[in-house]
T-cell receptor
Framework: EAGVAQSPRYKIIEKRQSVAFWCNPI?????LYWYQQILGQGPKLLIQ????????DSQLPKDRFSAERLKGVDSTLKIQPAKLEDSAVYLC?????????????FGEGSWLTVV | AQKVTQAQTEISVVEKEDVTLDCVYE???????LFWYKQPPSGELVFLIR??????QNEISGRYSWNFQKSTSSFNFTITASQVVDSAVYFC???????????????FGQGTELSVKP
């Protein structure tokens, strides 16, 4: 079974530019997550989707970050304009059902450097 | 508020030594889940174990074992006879709930970087 796919793996941009990351979850997984992991820290949830609806986006900096999952499968996370502090790994994850305790599977992440 | 603390930032051992990674959590929920993930240099978080709050039995999987103690709010992870391939960052995480039971969100600790030297 294929895992969570993400692209691009690496991206370097200048501050104030925009960037987009793509995620394809495990087939059949209805719940999709985007996490941000700053170097030396644990991942932090940015947004959680159930199918194509948003369950939790309380920690998403909405002035510059946006995410969508239009058909309930693939998802895109966009940052515009980027700031230096956005340098991080952006991890996409998915799980089969919504609810506490379901195992969440992660992709390899998209590494962003803002210069 | 929910919180996970991994006090050990870095641990270095020599191959074949046993090593324990500590995890302490805080939650007001009575129903919750605890997880351990491994993050090798490639960056992917690899699922290792899930434990619910009602099951305090220790778990063993090969060289890995986990000790869950609700009395001390701890969920420690031990690697027996460590190997170089165990070198990675290990994260402990807590899954919280909300009133709609729309949980599944993981709260991670800061991670422990384990280095196993030959």
């Amino acid at each position: 079974e294929a895992g969570v796919a993400q692209s691009p793996r690496y991206k370097i941009i200048e501050k104030r530019q925009s960037v987009a990351f793509w995620c394809n979850p495990i087939s059949g997984h209805a719940t999709l997550y985007w996490y941000q992991q700053i170097l030396g820290q644990g991942p932090k949830l940015l947004i959680q989707f159930q199918n194509n609806g948003v369950v939790d986006d309380s920690q998403l900096p909405k002035d510059r970050f946006s995410a969508e999952r239009l058909k309930g499968v693939d998802s895109t996370l966009k940052i515009q304009p980027a700031k230096l502090e956005d340098s991080a790994v952006y991890l996409c994850a998915s799980s089969s059902v919504l609810g506490t305790g379901n195992t969440i599977y992660f992709g390899e992440g998209s590494w962003l450097t803002v210069v | 508020a929910q919180k996970v603390t991994q006090a050990q930032t870095e641990i270095s051992v020599v191959e074949k030594e046993d090593v324990t990674l500590d995890c302490v959590y805080e939650t007001r929920d009575t129903t919750y889940y605890l997880f351990w993930y491994k993050q090798p240099p490639s960056g992917e978080l690899v699922f290792l174990i899930r434990r619910n709050s009602f099951d305090e039995q220790n778990e063993i999987s090969g060289r890995y074992s986990w000790n869950f103690q609700k009395s001390t709010s701890s969920f420690n992870f031990t690697i027996t006879a460590s190997q170089v391939v165990d070198s990675a960052v290990y994260f402990c995480a807590l899954s919280e709930t909300d009133i709609y039971n729309q949980g599944g969100k993981l709260i991670f600790g800061q991670g422990t970087e384990l280095s196993v030297k030959p």
